[in-house]
């Protein structure tokens, strides 16, 4: 796992309009918090902590700065505008490298499954899975191989392999992928209309009565 320096100066002030000022300054307004440390309310460059999420991730181990103060520290919630696609709000937890953390992990399929060039329809359930490991040994992603999956035929959790030392905390029957037949899915839009047809002669039929 990729470790980063980042630097954070100490807030002087809170609430909606404190935080918009320093926002307008390029700033993001945070919090550090974790075991043994009191939190601390910072902010940091805007543009520094996009190029770390877009570089490494949201799991990226970072020794966080604060006015000389040196901390490794997770990303553990980023919020966003959704509109402006712009960091409004981080938060910094503090982490030992020696004890397990829970994170979650994006998951890849990989491979081209039998069941597609037979006509199948990839349903990509699961993206991302939750797992404890050492701070040091997060993956970035985790790949799923599904080339062998066949039409009908899915992979769970319990299916994927992971390297010594980290534990999936999903429960094992989740499914993470399976390919579907298009015919089940064209079964159930004539099953649909079938029970429509019905209902359309009926309401038909009764006009006619009211006419006469």
């Given at each position: 796992m990729e470790q980063v320096q980042l630097a954070a100066d100490l807030r002087e002030g809170l609430g909606k309009g404190y935080a918009r000022r320093i926002?307008?300054?390029?700033?993001?307004?945070?919090?550090l918090y974790g075991k043994d440390i009191e939190n601390r309310q910072?902010?940091?460059?805007?543009r520094k902590l996009s190029r770390i999420l877009k570089n490494y991730g949201h799991n990226v181990l970072i020794d966080l700065n604060v006015n000389g103060e040196t901390n490794t520290v997770i990303l553990r919630e980023v919020q966003k505008d959704v509109i402006k696609d712009e960091i409004l709000h981080v938060d910094f937890f503090k982490i030992s490298l020696k004890d397990k953390i829970e994170v979650t992990v994006p998951l890849v399929l990989k491979g081209d499954p039998v069941g597609i060039k037979e006509g199948g329809v990839l349903q990509h359930q699961l993206r991302e899975i939750t797992i404890e490991a050492?701070?040091?040994?997060?993956?970035?992603?985790?790949?799923?191989?599904?080339s062998n999956l066949n039409v009908g035929e899915g992979?769970?959790?319990?299916?994927?392999?992971?390297?010594?030392?980290?534990?999936?905390?999903?429960?094992?029957?989740?499914?993470?992928?399976?390919?579907?037949?298009?015919?089940?899915?064209?079964?159930?839009?004539?099953?649909?209309?079938?029970?429509?047809?019905?209902?359309?002669?009926?309401e038909a039929g009764k006009k006619e009565e009211e006419e006469e």
């Open positions: 926002r307008n300054q390029g700033m993001v307004p945070g919090v910072i902010m940091v460059d805007r050492l701070p040091t040994e997060i993956p970035e992603v985790i790949e799923v191989d599904i992979i769970t959790v319990k299916d994927i392999n992971v390297p010594e030392g980290i534990e999936i905390v999903n429960e094992p029957e989740e499914i993470i992928a399976l390919i579907v037949a298009p015919r089940i899915e064209t079964e159930a839009e004539a099953e649909a209309e079938e029970e429509e047809e019905p209902e359309l002669v009926k």
